[in-house]
């Protein structure tokens, strides 16, 4: 296991909103409508932060060779995802750092997620089981 989590990037489209919205249940307005999310303030379409929040966790678990290697992840949304009307969509790029490891071996990860250069969740960390 290095050191840093280099940076993968995860590209999120409409069609995944779409997606998720599908299997999470979360119909919500705001991932869907840039009538109703620029209505209630936000920049237009945003993705689900539980589908945010996701893709980081798949970083960490590949990071850390797999799932059940995670013992313990946190975050805090700091920002919206905003996820244009296009083709391309936008992109979540995740890194992260080993901050230290417990009494009980594990690893602590520091991680960062960004979306146009902006945090996007904050507070962010994991503890890994080494394999």
Excluded at 12 to 34: C, K
Excluded at 62 to 69: F, I, K, L, T, Y
Excluded at 96 to 109: A, N, P, Q
């Amino acid at each position: 296991m290095s050191e840093t989590l280099e940076p993968q990037t995860f590209r999120v489209t409409r069609a995944d909103l779409v997606r998720y919205a599908g299997a999470s249940g979360d119909f919500n307005t705001i991932h869907w409508s840039d009538r109703i999310a620029t209505s209630v303030g936000l920049p237009g379409v945003i993705a689900h932060g539980m589908l945010t929040m996701a893709l980081v966790g798949r970083a960490v678990t590949a990071w850390a060779g797999a799932p059940d290697a995670v013992v313990e992840y946190s975050v805090r949304f700091a920002r919206p995802v905003p996820v244009p009307d296009t083709d391309e969509g936008t992109e979540v790029v995740v890194t992260g750092t080993v901050k230290g490891t417990t009494d009980e071996g594990l690893t602590k990860l520091a991680l960062t997620a960004t979306c146009q250069g902006e945090k996007v969740l904050s507070l962010a960390q994991a503890t890994i089981r080494k394999r």
